[in-house]
């Protein structure tokens, strides 16, 4: 019996862009949050994972990431770990896959040094794509992520995202991310995004609007 075969697999992903173009690694956007006051936000995402498949549907991780959210006091999060991941489902029209690591997360936070941290957790997500009538995609991601040092300062997040092409290149793509940090010094703990409009080939910028709560 032959060993199954190997299947690196490595990607980086930038979750946000900016709709002026005078940013264009992040976004940066002010909106009416309520009558007489303004929301202002600065949030940028970035990830890298590198998958090592040692079976057909078990594979190891390496990944990390690094946040900025204005919204939510948080002037940098950076996180580094590894662990498992495992294909629950896998067939010509949706997929799940679950993932667990071990991490460390350090925390920097706008408004005060003294609330900084160094915590040691571990990332819990999944992932799930169906496909639609259509040529259409549904994705779902979510994630919880607990500290173990510290179990005040935990994280949760998920995200929607449906595309559905209209025309050649062009797709309508509307989504939702919602985020929560349980231990801002101020501000929103919890923020949701509505986006975004955009087209296969990337001519457009995103669309993006801020809500904080």
Same mark, same amino acid.
């Given at each position: 019996?032959?060993?199954?075969?190997?299947?690196?697999?490595?990607?980086?992903?930038?979750?946000?862009?900016?709709?002026?173009?005078?940013?264009?690694?992040?976004?940066?956007?002010?909106?009416? &949050?309520?009558?007489?006051?303004?929301?202002?936000?600065?949030?940028? &995402?970035? !990830?890298?994972?590198?998958?090592?498949?040692?079976?057909?549907?078990?594979? =190891?991780?390496?990944?990390?990431?690094?946040?900025?959210?204005?919204?939510? !006091?948080? !002037?940098?999060?950076?996180?580094?770990?590894?662990?498992?991941?495992?294909?629950?489902? $896998?067939?010509?029209?949706?997929?799940?896959?679950?993932?667990?690591?071990?991490?460390?997360?350090?925390?920097?936070?706008?408004?005060?040094?003294?609330?900084?941290?160094?915590?040691?957790?571990?990332?819990?997500?999944?992932?799930?794509?169906?496909?639609?009538?259509?040529?259409?995609?549904? $994705?779902?991601?979510?994630?919880?992520?607990?500290?173990?040092?510290?179990?005040?300062?935990?994280? =949760?997040?998920?995200?929607?995202?449906?595309?559905?092409?209209?025309? $050649?290149?062009? =797709?309508?793509?509307?989504?939702?991310?919602?985020?929560?940090?349980?231990?801002?010094?101020?501000?929103?703990?919890?923020?949701? *995004?509505?986006?975004?409009?955009?087209?296969?080939?990337?001519?457009?910028?995103?669309?993006?609007?801020?809500?904080? *709560?």
């Amino acid at each position: 019996m032959t060993a199954p075969p190997r299947h690196p697999q490595s990607h980086v992903n930038r979750l946000q862009r900016l709709v002026r173009q005078d940013h264009p690694a992040g976004i940066l956007q002010r909106r009416r &949050h309520d009558p007489g006051k303004q929301f202002e936000s600065s949030i940028y &995402h970035a !990830d890298a994972e590198r998958d090592e498949y040692f079976s057909p549907r078990v594979y =190891a991780l390496a990944q990390t990431s690094f946040d900025h959210n204005f919204a939510q !006091d948080l !002037d940098l999060e950076q996180i580094y770990g590894a662990g498992i991941g495992w294909t629950a489902i $896998k067939n010509p029209t949706e997929e799940l896959d679950v993932k667990s690591t071990l991490q460390y997360e350090g925390q920097t936070f706008i408004s005060t040094a003294s609330q900084d941290q160094n915590l040691i957790g571990s990332t819990v997500s999944g992932a799930w794509t169906a496909k639609l009538p259509f040529r259409s995609q549904f $994705k779902q991601q979510v994630s919880w992520t607990p500290a173990y040092n510290n179990p005040n300062a935990y994280s =949760a997040a998920e995200t929607n995202a449906l595309t559905v092409p209209f025309f $050649k290149s062009l =797709a309508l793509s509307v989504g939702s991310n919602e985020s929560y940090l349980n231990d801002p010094p101020r501000l929103a703990a919890h923020q949701t *995004q509505f986006v975004r409009v955009h087209d296969r080939a990337d001519l457009f910028d995103q669309i993006e609007i801020l809500i904080g *709560q």
